[in-house]
């Protein structure tokens, strides 16, 4: 049986725009280069970084006997906008239910027939939950090569998908890389306000504004960046937006990902004035969550001093 073939089928059919295989071993290029990134603290608060150093670099540490990778890429992108220039801006990602809903039922879906149609198969299904570096590991497969903003990059699908990670004790021929065609651009890292991107394909994550309004808790976000937010109150996509490679996006065809009725519509003054009743309404499934409501009016009072 052709596993490879049978399992990207499967993938193709749950909605998974592209499917790569790797050998699950020790990543090797990463180590060095993850420790540098955590001794240099450019992942500032995010202290899970730092956690299960190992397990982040070897699969077989997270599944027994591990010995395929598998990366799946599912497309998030859309053309919709919101409607009022001046209103406080949310990444593209987090208009519809969140991600880890959508793409685990999927993820579990396809475990399920990998072990109907195989037999009796150990794996673990991923999406940006665990220590699993999604990036190298879809790098790895083929999926892509690393951008010099550090996402990955599909030659005829731009970056604006998620990545999902299935690991199994099932042998399964892998792919191989493919090169790198960011070549002398510096559109991301020209763009980018806060000045995150410090060198090519190394970002400071305490410097990125999707950190600094999702991932910092401080009741403050820090003064250097006042006037230099362009207006996010949820995630950023500028170093993807100004990507030559996105013009190959296309749009997602998931319901689950279609914005709440109101969302796109509300004006700046909407914002402003947003109250937690409208914001669990707003945001029920969403992965603005992550951020509560304390957090999104903090970045929405700090876009107004900015």
Partial sequence: ??????????????????????????LEEEAPRLEKWLNKHHHGEMA??????DKRLDPRLLVEDAKTVISLLFNYYTDQ???????????????????????KDKLK????????????VNGRGFVDSAPVMDKAWA?????????????LIHPKKGSFFFIADLILDLKIEADGPIKDYCGT????????PTDAIIEPYVVNGSKCI??????????????????????????CDICQDVCPWNRFSVLHNEERFEPHPDLLDLK??????????GFQILFQRSPVKRTKYKGLKRNITFLKIG
């Fill in 109 to 120: 879906e396809l475990l399920a027939f990998i072990q109907e149609e195989i037999g009796e």
């Fill in 48 to 53: 899970y970084m730092a956690n299960h150093f």
């Fill in 81 to 103: 906008q919101q409607s009022d220039p001046e209103a406080p801006k949310i990444s593209k990602y987090a208009y519809g239910e969140d991600y880890h809903y959508v793409i």
């Fill in 210 to 235: 999707s950190y600094l309004t999702i991932e910092l808790k401080d009741e403050l976000l820090p003064k250097e960046f006042e006037g230099k937010m362009d207006n996010w109150m949820f995630g």
């Fill in 185 to 192: 651009c510096t559109k991301c890292i020209d763009a980018c």
């Fill in 268 to 277: 700046k003054q909407d914002w402003m004035g947003l109250q937690e009743e």
């Fill in 1 to 26: 049986m052709d596993y490879k073939q049978l399992i990207t089928n499967k993938a193709h059919e749950l909605g998974f725009f592209h499917v790569g295989f790797s050998t699950a071993d020790f």
């Fill in 139 to 151: 790098k790895k497969a083929g999926l892509g090569w690393l951008g010099k903003n550090s996402n």
